[in-house]
């Protein structure tokens, strides 16, 4: 497991992928909206989806055909994964489109964009993010079962994670993206010492769902480098819920103060945006790249006006088996939760 770097060790990353809260304040910059042409590709491609398979998971990029949005969509990979790092798409109409032929078109826009990995235990590879009954308080629960409550800055398990809106809910809901990189860099600068402490093995909880019989936490760093390129990985949550394991490595003060001075630099607010989703609107980030989370909201399950995302964990192929560390090497396809392939 890697080791904590030495100061002098440590240095500056990805440059390019830099950006403050002033430099994307338009939002018009970093959102694609959906073209009336764009729209007859999507419903001819879900056509052809359609007559190629029953199962959503069962469609594949090459029957899910875009022969012009793809292009597109190239662009927005590359952005991804070697600029910004984080895209909305808008436009798709939910209301006319209905919930299920809107996630198969979301499923087919991720096709062109990478590769689905399984999101649980459960294989989940299509999952939900809404109120599925969950205490913030229970071991097990995982931040897209929660209802309700904020979440804070935090990844997910793949180089991309994608978020399709059904429904906004009432009010609140508004996604939160931090760029890590800038953090990184910042703290990198400003205390060199800490930011190595990082780059050592943090302990994180299983949630419930490791190996039968393995260890109920894991250990990964949350600042790597490889070929000069930054993979962050950050839960601070799971990581202080590992604690609750015996056997699990006990958090060192000086790993808390390197969370807390990374905590500060992230939740600064030159270093973050905020982005409202509407129904329709589809959201994809650089998992290691920027980090993401969300503003409280409310839910009227008396109306049917309950917040509902479609999400989708990828594995973009811009970044080769060689381009990653050997702990992101296709995560999601050799964990045991690829044993199961299935919808949430």
Known sequence: MAEPLAAGAVTVLDRQAEWSAADVADSNRWTYQLSDTD???LTEALAVARSA????LDVSRETFPLPTL??????IADELINGRGFQRISGLPVEQVGTEDSSWIYWGIGLHLGVPWPQNAKG???????????????????????????????????DLVGLLCLDPGVRGGESLIANAVRAHNQL?????????????GLPYDFRGEQRDGGDPYYRVPAFSR????????YIRPYIE??????DAPRLSDDQRAA????DALLTATDNQVEMTFAAGDMQFINNYHVLHGRRSYVDDPTTGRVRWLKRLWLATDLLGPEDRPERFQAAGATTHWAARRSKA
């Not at 398979?53 to 959503?56: N, P, R, T, W, Y």
């Not at 819920?241 to 015996?246: D, E, I, L, N």
Request: proline share 5%; glycine share 12%; net charge negative.
């Open 39 to 41: 729209l007859v590709e």
């Open 53 to 56: 398979a029953d199962d959503v």
């Open 70 to 75: 793809s292009v597109r969509l190239s662009e």
């Open 124 to 158: 989940h590879l299509l999952g939900d993010v809404k109120d599925q009954g969950k205490r913030p308080d229970d071991p097990t629960a995982r931040g897209n079962e929660l209802g309700g409550v904020g979440q804070v800055f935090h990844s997910d398990g793949s």
């Open 188 to 200: 990198v600068v400003a205390d060199p010492e800490l930011a190595g402490v990082l780059y050592g």
């Open 226 to 233: 490889h070929r000069d390129r930054l993979f962050v990985r």
């Open 241 to 246: 819920a590992s604690q609750r394991h015996p």
């Open 259 to 262: 969370m807390d001075a990374f």
